[in-house]
């Protein structure tokens, strides 16, 4: 199979905001429309920095200016990103480089963003302020520690530690559920912080554990590191609920 290789004499607003050349590859096709500003790839195309490596079916990319420097770039089927710092793989991609900000959409197949210590997983989109560092996900899931968050909105502020993009706070809002070991937790509103390791969820929340025990209020603050649950009521007219089951077991 022919490969058509291109070294474009354009620049990026890179992923780590400097300037950088871009490579770019196509097994089947690359166009150059100089008047609309566009390069136009098929079929296994790769678009390539020094900070990142974007794979997909077919990319565009948008230029401007006497520089020729590309400020968009769009990305259709079997999309995968890949960097020091993380993994992306996605149906669709929308990648503005001027405001700094990555589009992930699902058709079909779940968008996957995978990081340091963290997996972010959703069929609808994921919107990534890489240079901000913080993400949104809706109808999502993501994954830290071996627990699992699911909500309907997901936003995810990240931080730099010795080169590694590591998730600092999460919020949460809309259907919660965390689920740690035997331990779930649902509510309508959620903040976590990986530093301190407190989850504190509110709104109509219910403390599960296994059979073992099944608790209701208006908030709990849960404390992954100890597995302590304090579950509140919601105000000072309501009361907290709980059932607690025991397991007897007999010598036969």
Known sequence: MFKLFLIVFLFIGSISAHAENIELFADDGLEWNQKDQKIIMHKNATAKTPSYELNADNIEALYKGNNKKIYKIYANDNVKIKSSTENITADKMLYDIDAERVD?????????????????????????????????????????????????????????????KQVKYIHADGNIKLIDGEEELYGDRAEYNPQNGFATIDGNVRFKKGTEANLSGGKIVYNMNTGIAKVLPKDKNSKVSGVFSTQTTSDK
């Open 104 to 164: 992930l959409f699902s058709t079909g197949n779940p968008t996957v963003m995978t990081g340091t210590d963290s997996k972010i997983i959703t069929k609808d989109k994921i919107i990534y302020y890489k240079n901000k560092n913080y993400a949104t996900a809706d109808n999502a899931e993501i994954i830290h520690s071996g627990r699992h968050l699911f909500s309907d909105y997901i936003r995810i502020t990240f931080e730099n530690k010795n080169g590694k």
